[in-house]
């Protein structure tokens, strides 16, 4: 993996290297054939600018990358879409962008989405699909929405990836490019300046290259501190959850996780194997499409009236079947969520995480999954798949990281630690300690 913020910045203040030189090693990277279609602007001047005024600063003028999603004052949010291509330029800074300036970022460009972040893939017909940089024999789908920002992180063409995850948009491609992907809990950090998929479930937060900088990453976008612990693997009670998260995974997976798992119990972890059958009720209360295609919907009804024929066919599908639902289904919906999530707490209260894999499947051929109707159906297949595991603590109203945990040379494959909402601290934490016993089994 690239060298993380936390020693770059370590290694400007020892007069190893500057600022300037950094900016100039992540812009030729996001120039390079590794970050094709990664990024859909760069702003080279703008960004050596900011890594000129950067010193003393959090982020020390160190390159960052900001999701298409995000409105950038003076310029588009176009969500990786056409629709909104010839929309006003932003007159102002969404809060998640405004803290990382003043953070001192140097903001290198907007990366690539799906197309308003509407699937874990990372498909984009408009602007095309940057391939994951761990293959570079076969290309591979980066996962999404943010795939840009994965991209970008992994390829060392910024420190940070800002993005945002709805259903696992940010653990998705950290897990499949082999970077790390914290969500906190969604209230933590304003999403104000973004475009929404669905307001309910939507977080702003961003992919690093180690735990210790998504923990300087979220103290930066939620303005808060978080609270250190040096308890060891031994002071935590970790839980696995053997119900659904653990069904159907590939063999790779399979090794790595149960590989991690054994790692950390040699580290000194407690770990419990448990039904958690709680998961079920959520996995239940999303059958019929959950909050984000009703509320989708309700953003992009005027916008399809006039522009439906811009649209990604399988984004638009996605968007207008949210029309569906009726308004008494929906607000039993939220009933349910709220069930749901006072029964996941009950059932974890003995526990500090849950430890699943990330995803079920290693990345995918993107010409598995590439547009047109003869592929739609590995399309949404893969889709559901990747979505399965993360997607269960956006409904908790939850926060998780994802850690890589495979070994070299084998695909990345993402350890989950998750819980429910406001045990951020605690998961970061963790983080620490299993990204520390893990770290000489990962390349």
């Not at 995918?364 to 990747?386: K, S």
């Amino acid at each position: 993996m690239q060298p993380d913020l936390l020693g770059t910045r370590e290694r400007l203040c020892q007069g190893e290297s500057t600022a300037s030189d950094e900016l100039e090693s992540a812009l030729a990277a996001a120039q390079s054939p590794s970050c094709r279609h990664a990024f859909l602007k760069t702003d080279p001047e703008g960004a050596r600018r900011a890594a000129a005024a950067g010193a003393g600063k959090p982020l020390a003028g160190l390159a960052v990358s900001v999701k298409d999603l995000f409105d950038v004052a003076g310029e588009v949010t176009a969500a990786g879409s056409l629709v909104l291509a010839d929309a006003p330029p932003a007159q102002h800074d969404a809060p998640a962008v405004a803290r990382l300036k003043a953070a001192g970022a140097a903001i290198v460009g907007r990366t690539n989405m799906t197309e308003f972040a509407f699937s874990g893939v990372g498909v984009n017909p408009h602007h095309g699909t940057p391939a994951n940089p761990a293959d570079a024999t076969t290309p591979r789908i980066p996962g999404g929405s943010s795939s840009g920002a994965a991209v970008s992180v992994a390829t060392g063409a910024a420190f940070i990836g800002l993005g945002s995850d709805t259903g696992g948009s940010i653990r998705i491609p950290a897990a499949l490019c082999g970077v790390v992907g914290f969500k906190c809990t969604a209230r933590l950090v304003p999403t104000e300046g973004a475009i929404p998929l669905s307001t309910t479930l939507d977080t702003a937060c961003a992919m690093t290259r180690s735990v210790r900088d998504a923990i300087l990453a979220h103290e930066i976008l939620a303005a808060r501190s978080v609270t250190r612990s040096s308890a060891p693997l031994a002071g935590y009670r970790l839980a696995v959850a053997r119900t659904h998260m653990l069904d159907a995974l590939a063999p790779g997976v399979a090794r790595a996780f149960e590989r991690a798992l054994a790692l950390l119990r040699n580290g000194g972890a407690h770990i419990d194997e448990i039904a958690l059958d709680e998961v079920k009720r959520i996995v239940a209360i999303q059958a019929a499409g959950g909050f984000t295609g009703a509320e989708a919907f309700a953003w992009h009804r005027k916008l399809l009236e006039a522009r439906q024929q811009d649209y990604d066919p399988r984004v638009r599908m996605r968007i207008v079947r949210g029309d569906q639902m009726k308004a008494h289904e929906y607000l039993e919906l939220m009933t349910e969520r709220g069930h749901a999530v006072a029964g996941m707490e009950s059932a974890l209260h003995e526990y500090d995480a849950v430890l699943s894999p990330t995803l079920p499947i290693v990345a995918p051929p993107i010409a598995d999954v590439a547009p047109g109707a003869e592929r739609d159906e590995a399309f949404f297949r893969t889709n559901n798949l990747l979505l399965r595991n993360p997607s269960i603590v956006n409904m908790l109203d939850g926060c998780a990281i994802s850690i890589p945990c495979h070994a070299r040379g084998e695909l990345p494959v993402g350890l989950m630690l998750w819980h429910g909402q406001l045990r951020d601290d605690t998961i970061l934490n963790l983080a620490l300690q299993a990204e520390a016993a893990l770290a000489p089994n990962i390349e």
